[in-house]
């Protein structure tokens, strides 16, 4: 009883505080004193994040538009994502000496992503091992070059001191963190938003850092190499059956499963099936674009990203 009150009271401060901190994209830095958007707090005992803005990355936000978390295990640190420049890593570094003495141990990074990866060159330099899936270690060795020059396009001179560093650990299906009180779990799920996503599970929490599985305050994007149908199956067959009573999404503050599950599943299912009503009408890719996503029209990015996933599902289905 006493458990399950416990779990009701952190659930309620989940609330709380994601009301206080609604996401909006307009709201430039909500932390002016560092380079990341926003401070990092405490979402359950000892796990830490440091929510990124729901906008897309720019000068303002320093390429910080990502959740970067981290985990104090009581034998060491583990911190997710090393952020899309130097500058980023060094700071949320910064903030984790501020909370504990524990020395950061693991830097896990969720994809091949720029703001997954890029900042590794800063914990490369302290000697601080680095993990990534064997196919986002592959992906960004191939396209490390061009997200680099991208991000130093809007970063200017907060790019500097950022140069590629890929992972210095990979793994297939299952990692398991080898030194902790309590364990810390690093999996590969199947196939999700892009290349080598992984979600970070803490079983006696209940508790998982989903990375981009999973989205919920912000449309997610769908890139020209995702597969959609593939991501709904292993949302279904395995993200699901976690059965996690938090979730730290790859973007967006802390929430619950039946939240990502509504704007994450759930859209992608009912986009599929507008884009199926189309095409079954013999309608073509320009007219695709416009298929009625207004029920999700109220999440931040939504008139950047929700036409070109229409016509990105689009040219998936088409061949289906």
Do not use: C
């Amino acid at each position: 009883m006493q458990t399950k009150l416990k779990l009701l009271s952190i659930s309620t401060s989940l609330i709380i505080i994601s009301s206080s901190l609604l996401a909006n994209e307009n709201i430039v830095d909500q932390y002016p004193k560092s380079a990341l958007y926003s401070s990092p707090y405490e979402v359950i005992p000892n796990v830490f994040s440091a929510i990124g803005a729901t906008a897309p990355p720019t000068y303002q936000n320093s390429g910080h538009n990502n959740n970067l978390s981290f985990i104090i295990t009581g034998d060491g640190v583990v911190v997710i994502n090393s952020g899309a420049a130097y500058i980023l890593a060094k700071a949320i570094h910064e903030e984790i000496k501020t909370i504990t003495n524990q020395p950061v141990k693991l830097i896990i990074n969720e994809n091949a992503q720029g703001h997954a990866m890029l900042g590794n060159n800063y914990w490369a330099e302290l000697g601080v091992p680095i993990l990534a899936h064997e196919q986002a270690a592959h992906e960004f060795e191939e396209r490390g070059y061009n997200i680099l020059e991208r991000m130093k396009l809007y970063n200017l001179e907060k790019s500097q001191g950022t140069i590629l560093q890929g992972p210095t650990e990979t793994f297939a299906d299952r990692y398991l963190v080898p030194f902790g009180d309590f364990p810390v779990e690093v999996l590969y799920l199947g196939p999700a938003h892009s290349t080598g996503d992984i979600s970070v599970w803490l079983p006696n929490q209940e508790l998982v850092i989903a990375g981009d599985i999973a989205f919920h305050e912000r449309m997610l994007p769908i890139f020209e190499d995702t597969n959609t149908l593939e991501w709904i199956n292993t949302w279904k067959n395995k993200f699901e059956k976690l059965n996690a009573n938090f979730v730290i999404p790859g973007h967006g503050h802390p929430t619950n499963m039946q939240q990502v599950k509504r704007y994450t599943h759930d859209y992608l299912v009912y986009l599929r099936a507008k884009i199926s009503e189309h095409l079954d009408n013999g309608g073509d890719l320009k007219d695709a674009y416009y298929v009625d996503q207004t029920p999700y029209m109220r999440l931040d990015t939504f008139e950047e990203l929700a036409t070109r996933n229409a016509g990105r599902i689009y040219q998936e289905m088409e061949f289906e």
